[in-house]
């Protein structure tokens, strides 16, 4: 009987042996993608854009045809606004007789983060009239729902605005740049201080007391301009510490 009660023993150990050395052979753990077939990730889909961009700014006419249509079919079908910016930044780096006409639609993205990669990329592109231009720069520093759009918007207008005194153009971009001195979002004020400033030449600072006073003397209504700021006053502030 003990032989017996040993022998069971021995078998039992030995199918254990024969189980474990199976287990032992199989994976801790079994690694799975969680990729879906059919669709990129969102770091590959960047990747992807990017390179179409980069290969679009020495790419033969035809291939830029090919590459310019397949990011506007990304910008148009993409529900991810970071997407749509790819698509935006990578399309302004290729030479094609439509893309501002592209990105001129795009200004009307629901998503103020696209517009402002379209504004900003018309910023280095545009090659229409600059009058035309110069309109609609000034529609967008006026009617965006977006402060920074708006304020880009200033500041390009700020850059390409002539300093012909004499001009219509001169005058109009003036007068609704100090428009903006009144607005309620403080950067607004600030940036149309920093384009008036470039447009006139006047040192006048972030005074805006002194802005204002300049742009009356623009409409007529004052006879004399504003001083411009004293040297001294140029001069940037340092704040000591108080010493005790």
Not at 11 to 35: M, Q, T, W, Y
Not at 73 to 89: G, K
Request: proline share 7%; aromatic share 6%.
């Amino acid at each position: 009987m003990l032989l017996s009660i040993f022998g069971g023993f021995a078998i039992l150990l030995s199918g254990c042996a024969v189980e474990n050395e199976h287990i032992a052979k199989l994976p801790l753990f079994e690694a799975k993608s969680d990729r879906i077939p059919g669709l990129d990730p969102p770091h590959l889909r960047k990747k992807i854009i990017r390179e179409k961009g980069a290969k679009g700014a020495t790419a033969t006419e035809s291939e830029r045809e090919i590459l310019v249509a397949q990011l506007m079919l990304e910008y148009q079908t993409s529900p991810d606004p970071n997407m749509r910016r790819e698509a935006v930044d990578a399309l302004a780096k290729i030479p094609h007789p439509q893309r501002d006409r592209y990105l001129l639609e795009i200004l009307q993205d629901e998503n103020p983060f696209v517009r402002l990669s379209a504004l900003e990329a018309l910023g280095k592109t545009y090659s229409g009239p600059k009058e035309d231009w110069q309109a609609l720069l000034i529609d967008r520093m006026k009617a965006d729902t977006d402060k920074d759009v708006r304020v880009v918007a200033i500041r390009i207008l700020g850059n390409i605005s002539p300093k012909d005194t004499t001009s219509d153009s001169y005058r109009t971009v003036v007068v609704e740049l100090g428009n903006l001195l009144y607005d309620k979002v403080p950067a607004v004020c600030y940036e149309a201080m920093q384009s008036l400033q470039k447009i006139t030449d006047k040192d006048y600072g972030n005074d805006i007391n002194r802005w204002v006073h300049f742009m009356r003397y623009v409409k007529g209504e004052v006879p004399d301009l504003p001083a411009e700021r004293t040297f001294a006053e140029r001069m940037p502030r340092i704040a000591l510490p108080m010493f005790k």
